[in-house]
Protein backbone atom coordinates (compact mmCIF):
# COMPACT_ATOMS: atom_id res chain seq x y z
CA UNK A 1 0.00 0.00 0.00
CA UNK A 2 0.79 3.63 -0.56
CA UNK A 3 2.13 5.46 2.70
CA UNK A 4 -0.85 7.77 2.05
CA UNK A 5 -3.20 4.62 2.12
CA UNK A 6 -1.59 3.65 5.69
CA UNK A 7 -1.57 6.87 6.74
CA UNK A 8 -5.62 6.80 6.48
CA UNK A 9 -6.24 3.66 7.27
CA UNK A 10 -4.60 4.54 10.76
CA UNK A 11 -7.28 7.06 11.79
CA UNK A 12 -9.81 5.08 10.51
CA UNK A 13 -8.17 1.99 12.63
CA UNK A 14 -6.66 2.85 15.97
CA UNK A 15 -3.08 0.72 15.64
CA UNK A 16 -4.02 -1.53 18.48
CA UNK A 17 -6.97 -2.53 16.37
CA UNK A 18 -5.35 -2.79 13.44
CA UNK A 19 -2.60 -5.27 15.21
CA UNK A 20 -5.33 -7.41 17.02
CA UNK A 21 -7.28 -7.42 13.37
CA UNK A 22 -4.35 -8.33 11.70
CA UNK A 23 -3.01 -10.75 14.45
CA UNK A 24 -6.56 -12.76 13.96
CA UNK A 25 -6.37 -12.78 10.40
CA UNK A 26 -3.18 -14.41 10.41
CA UNK A 27 -3.68 -16.91 13.14
CA UNK A 28 -7.31 -18.26 11.11
CA UNK A 29 -5.12 -18.38 8.45
CA UNK A 30 -2.38 -20.32 9.96
CA UNK A 31 -4.46 -22.61 11.90
CA UNK A 32 -6.46 -23.38 8.92
CA UNK A 33 -3.80 -24.54 6.51
CA UNK A 34 -3.09 -28.43 7.17
CA UNK A 35 0.27 -29.10 8.94
CA UNK A 36 2.60 -31.93 8.30
CA UNK A 37 4.47 -33.03 10.62
CA UNK A 38 7.79 -35.40 10.27
CA UNK A 39 9.47 -37.04 13.37
CA UNK A 40 12.34 -38.51 12.85
CA UNK A 41 14.14 -40.21 15.70
CA UNK A 42 17.41 -40.16 14.13
CA UNK A 43 18.03 -36.60 13.65
CA UNK A 44 18.79 -35.10 17.40
CA UNK A 45 19.35 -31.69 17.61
CA UNK A 46 19.19 -30.78 21.71
CA UNK A 47 18.58 -32.89 24.47
CA UNK A 48 15.07 -31.95 26.48
CA UNK A 49 15.96 -32.55 30.25
CA UNK A 50 12.37 -31.72 31.43
CA UNK A 51 8.92 -29.75 31.37
CA UNK A 52 8.85 -27.44 34.17
CA UNK A 53 7.04 -23.88 35.44
CA UNK A 54 7.71 -20.91 37.16
CA UNK A 55 6.54 -20.10 40.64
CA UNK A 56 7.68 -16.46 40.59
CA UNK A 57 6.33 -13.40 41.75
CA UNK A 58 5.39 -15.20 45.85
CA UNK A 59 3.64 -18.31 44.33
CA UNK A 60 6.07 -20.15 46.50
CA UNK A 61 5.43 -18.55 49.36
CA UNK A 62 1.56 -18.65 48.58
CA UNK A 63 1.24 -22.36 47.62
CA UNK A 64 4.04 -23.29 51.09
CA UNK A 65 1.37 -20.52 53.15
CA UNK A 66 -1.87 -23.27 52.65
CA UNK A 67 -2.56 -26.31 54.74
CA UNK A 68 -0.78 -29.03 54.70
CA UNK A 69 -3.67 -31.04 52.84
CA UNK A 70 -3.87 -28.18 50.05
CA UNK A 71 -0.26 -28.10 50.13
CA UNK A 72 0.41 -31.73 49.11
CA UNK A 73 -2.72 -31.71 46.58
CA UNK A 74 -1.20 -29.28 44.58
CA UNK A 75 2.30 -30.39 44.43
CA UNK A 76 1.00 -33.72 43.55
CA UNK A 77 -1.31 -31.83 40.48
CA UNK A 78 2.58 -30.46 39.88
CA UNK A 79 4.70 -32.89 40.12
CA UNK A 80 2.83 -36.18 40.83
CA UNK A 81 2.59 -39.47 38.39
CA UNK A 82 -1.09 -38.27 38.30
CA UNK A 83 -0.91 -34.62 37.20
CA UNK A 84 1.52 -32.73 34.97
CA UNK A 85 4.41 -34.63 36.30
CA UNK A 86 6.96 -31.64 36.01
CA UNK A 87 10.51 -32.00 36.57
CA UNK A 88 12.38 -28.41 36.53
CA UNK A 89 11.20 -25.77 38.92
CA UNK A 90 12.30 -22.02 38.22
CA UNK A 91 12.14 -20.14 41.64
CA UNK A 92 12.88 -16.71 42.43
CA UNK A 93 14.95 -16.19 45.51
CA UNK A 94 13.63 -14.64 49.02
Known sequence: MPTEKLRSFGRIWPPFLLRFVL??????????Q???ILISPETQYQRMEGFGITVG????????????A???????????SGGARFNIVRNEIW
Do not use: D, H, M, Y
Open 34 to 36: PRV
Open 57 to 68: NGAAREINALPA
Open 23 to 32: LVVLQSWLFS
Open 70 to 80: ERERILELLFG
